[in-house]
């Protein structure tokens, strides 16, 4: 067996059952009920528009205007930064789960926005689907707290000392987050789930690396090597613009997708000697994830709905349009048996319990 692939732990399928049957029996009549689709409606089709609109008119203009303004130039870069913070977490997010539409061909085509942004769906898929929402917070199996060694995401990783003040240079890593992403940090990945046999074959491996090349390749074409060539302003100003609307970007989406789960709530169970996780599956996304600003509807609007990422983890096949309807049903199922349902009433208090976290394990020792 190659000693690169990790054997990941299996959950629990006895307990809870009840709660889970309840659970999906009445989000499901809450649909049948109403009528009402759990893909994506009207206002969502809008929002896409809207949120592809942000992000490719400015660029679009920075590609054909020889603009001689440098504040212009960095609004541009910034409200295209917010279409593509929208675009993130609002519309492919919701394609590449495929709850965007029931039609398998939409939903491929609306999270190939994500290479359009950068990035790449291939890898997403895999990082954030497949490992983060099976094995959410599981040591070495989800990969959204497998950190380097100056970041210490689990009370099982391995303690550094320089991890006590991680919760100070933390957020100088929150924005390069996306930087490291169009840039080299999925092309590791790429290599490293191969080896873990995410990729079987060498066809299936050399089609996802031309394909992230080329994506890459338009992506840097239309969003900094076209602009700069247009620009009468120094080739720096330009770039410089570029890097802040990324900094911005990655610190945005680092707090959304970071303060659901490393949070002094949060759980990190480790499975037993058989590799069994305690509680079934829709019992630890309850334990290890948390909600903010349910009462925010610019904030929902904004982020996609992930401030309700209990539904979210729970619910994956749902548009998140929906989330904030099927709460009070998520909420009151989970109250009924005896089930934790973590929420903080703002941004702040979310904020302020992440940062609480990132000392308490900054602090502790491997367990």
């Known amino acids: 067996m190659d000693n690169n692939i990790i054997q990941h732990p299996r959950f629990n399928r006895t307990k809870n059952n009840e709660f889970s049957k309840a659970l999906r029996g009445r989000v499901s009549h809450y649909f049948k009920s109403n009528n009402i689709s759990r893909n994506a409606n009207a206002n969502m089709v809008i929002k896409t528009i809207v949120m592809l609109a942000l992000f490719f008119v400015p660029l679009a203009i920075l590609c054909t205007v020889q603009i001689a303004q440098a504040w212009l130039v960095f609004g541009l870069y910034i409200v295209s930064g917010l279409g593509m913070a929208g675009i993130g977490m609002g519309v492919m997010h919701d394609a590449i789960h495929g709850s965007y539409s029931k039609h398998k061909r939409v939903n491929t085509l609306l999270g190939y926005t994500f290479n359009l942004i950068g990035a790449n769906a291939t890898i997403w898929n895999i990082q954030h689907n497949v490992l983060h929402h099976t094995y959410t917070n599981i040591d070495e199996s989800d990969d959204d707290i497998n950190m380097p060694f100056f970041l210490r995401f689990s009370p099982h990783a391995k303690h550094?000392?320089?991890?006590?003040?991680?919760?100070?240079?933390?957020?100088?890593?929150?924005?390069?987050?996306?930087?490291?992403?169009?840039?080299?940090?999925?092309?590791?990945?790429?290599?490293?789930?191969?080896?873990?046999?995410?990729?079987?074959?060498?066809?299936?491996?050399?089609?996802?690396?031309?394909?992230?090349?080329?994506?890459?390749?338009?992506?840097?074409?239309?969003?900094?090597?076209?602009?700069?060539?247009?620009?009468?302003?120094?080739?720096?100003?330009?770039?410089?613009?570029?890097?802040?609307?990324?900094?911005?970007?990655?610190?945005?989406?680092?707090?959304?997708?970071?303060?659901?789960?490393?949070?002094?709530?949060?759980?990190?169970?480790?499975?037993?000697?058989?590799?069994?996780?305690?509680?079934?599956?829709?019992?630890?996304?309850?334990?290890?994830?948390?909600?903010?600003?349910?009462?925010?509807?610019?904030?929902?609007?904004?982020?996609?709905?992930?401030?309700?990422?209990?539904?979210?983890?729970?619910?994956?096949?749902?548009?998140?349009?929906?989330?904030?309807?099927?709460?009070?049903?998520?909420?009151?199922?989970?109250?009924?048996?005896?089930?934790?349902?973590?929420?903080?009433?703002?941004?702040?208090?979310?904020?302020?319990?992440?940062?609480?976290?990132?000392?308490?394990?900054?602090?502790?020792?491997?367990?």
């Open 160 to 367: 550094y000392k320089l991890h006590r003040f991680q919760y100070i240079y933390i957020w100088f890593f929150y924005s390069i987050s996306t930087l490291a992403w169009v840039t080299a940090k999925d092309y590791v990945r790429l290599y490293r789930y191969k080896n873990k046999g995410f990729l079987k074959s060498k066809h299936q491996f050399r089609n996802a690396l031309i394909s992230m090349v080329t994506w890459k390749f338009v992506y840097f074409a239309y969003a900094i090597v076209i602009p700069i060539i247009i620009s009468p302003l120094a080739w720096w100003v330009v770039l410089l613009a570029f890097v802040v609307m990324h900094l911005l970007v990655g610190l945005l989406v680092s707090i959304v997708f970071q303060i659901a789960h490393i949070m002094p709530s949060s759980e990190f169970p480790l499975p037993n000697s058989e590799g069994e996780i305690e509680n079934d599956w829709y019992r630890h996304q309850f334990d290890t994830t948390t909600n903010f600003s349910p009462k925010n509807k610019i904030l929902f609007w904004l982020i996609g709905g992930l401030n309700y990422q209990v539904e979210h983890h729970i619910l994956p096949d749902v548009c998140h349009i929906h989330y904030k309807s099927i709460s009070t049903i998520v909420a009151n199922t989970a109250r009924e048996f005896g089930v934790p349902y973590h929420v903080k009433h703002n941004l702040g208090h979310a904020l302020a319990d992440h940062v609480k976290m990132l000392k308490i394990l900054g602090k502790e020792t491997k367990s």
